[in-house]
C-alpha cells in the first residue's frame, strides 16, 4: 500500500501543496474529491454522520478515522475517544490535531484488552470489509470489541440506483456477485493506489448479516442518496 489517502491527509494537515484525490470505481468513472472534505466540522458533516456523533456513548473506537474529525469532535465533547486507522499517515494527521489515543492497525489485527460502549464505522463503514463473504469475520471481531451492552453505529448505501433496469423495472445486476462489490482505485500527485476492495450494503442485507451474527439491526435513519444508518446492539 502507497497510502495515497494518507498522504493527501497529511498533505493538507501540514500545508504541503495538498490536491485532490481522484478516484475511481468498477462501476463509475473517475472523479476528483477534495481532501478539505475530510477535515469538516460537525455542522458540515451529513445527517448521517451527525446522527452517529450525537448518538455515540461511553467510551468511543472509531474505525477507519482517515483525518480524525470524528474522533476529534467526540473528544472535544469530552469522550474518550480511540481513532484506529491502516494509514501511517492518517494517524500522523490524528496526532498533529491533538487526538489523544491513536493506533495505526487493521481492525482485525487490533488487539487490546479494552472493552467500547460504541465502536463507530462511518463514510460508508461496511467498506472496509471489502466483499460479502466477508462481513461475519469482521462482525464477529467487532464484537470482541463490545462491552455487553454497547452498539455499533454503521453507515453504508444500496448501489441498486446505479445500475439501470429492463423494461420490467428489473435491475441489471451482475449475474456473478453481490451488486454492492465494488474495486476502488486512487490515484494523488500523478500516482496510483494499488485497486482494492470495498463494500456497499443494503439495509437488508446488512440486517441479515447482523441477525446471523448475534446483533438486533436497528435502521436509524435513511439519507438523501439511498443511505442509511443503522445500530447493531446485541439480542436480548
Not at 490536491?19 to 463509475?28: C, K, R
Not at 498533529?96 to 489515543?101: A, C, E, M, P, V
Amino acid at each position: 500500500m502507497k497510502d495515497l489517502f494518507g498522504k493527501a491527509i497529511l498533505d493538507y494537515q501540514t500545508g504541503n501543496d495538498p490536491q485532490d484525490l481522484i478516484t475511481e470505481t468498477s462501476i463509475s468513472e473517475s472523479d476528483e474529491m477534495s481532501v478539505a472534505y475530510l477535515f469538516r466540522d460537525f455542522d458540515e458533516m451529513p445527517k448521517i454522520e451527525q446522527k452517529a456523533l450525537l448518538l455515540s456513548k461511553g467510551k468511543i473506537l472509531d474505525v477507519g478515522s482517515g483525518a480524525g474529525s470524528h474522533s476529534l469532535y467526540l473528544q472535544q465533547k469530552g469522550f474518550d475517544v480511540t481513532a484506529i486507522d491502516i494509514s501511517p499517515s492518517a494517524i500522523v494527521s490524528c496526532e498533529l490535531r491533538n487526538i489523544k489515543n491513536c493506533v495505526i492497525s487493521d481492525i482485525l489485527n487490533y488487539e487490546t484488552s479494552e472493552k467500547f460502549d460504541t465502536i463507530l464505522l462511518l463514510m460508508n463503514g461496511t467498506g472496509i470489509f471489502g466483499k460479502l463473504n466477508q462481513i461475519s469475520k469482521y462482525l464477529q471481531k467487532l464484537k470482541s470489541l463490545l462491552k455487553e451492552d454497547g452498539q455499533i453505529l454503521i453507515d453504508s448505501s444500496d448501489l441498486i440506483y446505479m445500475y439501470d433496469q429492463d423494461e420490467d423495472g428489473a435491475y441489471e445486476v451482475p449475474a456473478d456477485g453481490y451488486y454492492g462489490e465494488l474495486t476502488f482505485t486512487i490515484a494523488y500527485k500523478g500516482e496510483i493506489e494499488e485497486t482494492f476492495d470495498w463494500l456497499y450494503v443494503d439495509y437488508n442485507t446488512l440486517q441479515n448479516a447482523a441477525n446471523a451474527n448475534g446483533f438486533q439491526c436497528e435502521l436509524v435513519l435513511e439519507g438523501e442518496h439511498f443511505d442509511y444508518l443503522a445500530k447493531l446492539t446485541f439480542f436480548k
